[in-house]
Nanobody
Framework: QVQLVESGGGLVQAGGSLRLLCAFSGRTFSNYAMGWFRQAPGTEREFVAAIDKSGDSTYYADSVKGRFTVSRDSAKTKVSLQMNSLKPEDTAVYYC?????????????????WGQGTQVTVSS
């Protein structure tokens, strides 16, 4: 069973940066593509970024492109989301997710495993 644990959330001023980490355990990390999603109160969970099994391909929502960077560290079995130039509209609970496929990574329904989420709050 895959377990995912997010960390790194917090309160930051607009224009600031945060780095989220997702620790992966329970299965072979390189067999899973990883995604980041977020959910603000009263909204549906939305795609933020994803990285394929090898780390060669990354995908971003238009709203974060150029500001966020997703990467994976196979040795540490972690995936990170570097978030720069944060805006108040980035405020949400951020979730890490894993799937044993490289297809459909923008869809939340694709993923088999989810973390518990970490809160990111950006003040104006």
């Amino acid at each position: 069973q895959v377990q995912l644990v997010e960390s790194g959330g917090g309160l930051v001023q607009a224009g600031g940066s945060l780095r989220l980490l997702c620790a992966f355990s329970g299965r072979t990390f390189s067999n899973y593509a990883m995604g980041w999603f977020r959910q603000a109160p009263g909204t549906e969970r939305e795609f933020v970024a994803a990285i394929d099994k090898s780390g060669d391909s990354t995908y971003y929502a238009d709203s974060v492109k150029g500001r966020f960077t997703v990467s994976r560290d196979s040795a540490k079995t972690k995936v990170s989301l570097q978030m720069n130039s944060l805006k108040p509209e980035d405020t949400a609970v951020y979730y890490c997710a894993a799937v044993g496929s490289n297809y459909g990574l923008r869809g939340s329904g694709t993923y088999d495993y989810w973390g518990q989420g970490t809160q990111v709050t950006v003040s104006s």
